[in-house]
């Protein structure tokens, strides 16, 4: 069973997708800004009326989370939740008076980047043992 709480964070997170920009922040990486204007136009519309909720995708039912295929590339988006100095995480996702949203919109592959410089980062070099770091080269 759904919390109320639950439920008026998806509705919150719901309002962001369709109202971009409005509704909260909207974030693109180098990899969706590096594509052709109408290939950018056609994902944001995708994550806009975004509804392929499942158990798997959505197991908290917040709908702050989704991928798809555009043009044979894996997208993702992500929904976080700021304080409103964006400085901390929200102390109270369901309440808008004390949290913007951030909506992420990105590649995959741009994922695997930015978790590829992260592990460089904690470990000071690809660690040899993680497949996952070493497979993408920087």
């Not at 990486?29 to 950018?40: C, S």
């Not at 989370?65 to 929200?90: C, P, Q, T």
């Amino acid at each position: 069973m759904t919390s109320n709480r639950t439920q008026k964070m998806a509705q919150l997170n719901d309002l962001c997708r369709e109202a971009m920009g409005v509704a909260g922040r909207v974030f693109q990486t180098e990899g969706i800004a590096a594509l052709a204007p109408a290939d950018q136009a056609a994902i944001r519309e995708r994550v806009g009326t975004f509804d392929a909720f499942t158990s798997d995708n959505d197991p908290y039912g917040e709908r702050d989370f989704g991928s798809f295929e555009h043009n044979g590339i894996k997208v993702f988006w992500k929904i976080d939740y700021y304080d409103r100095a964006m400085e901390l995480a929200s102390e109270n996702p369901a309440d808008p008076a004390q949290t913007t949203r951030v909506l992420t919109i990105m590649l995959a592959v741009d994922l695997v980047k930015l978790l590829g410089g992260w592990l460089v980062g904690l470990f000071g070099s690809k660690p040899r043992s993680c497949s996952f770091a070493t497979s993408f080269s920087s």
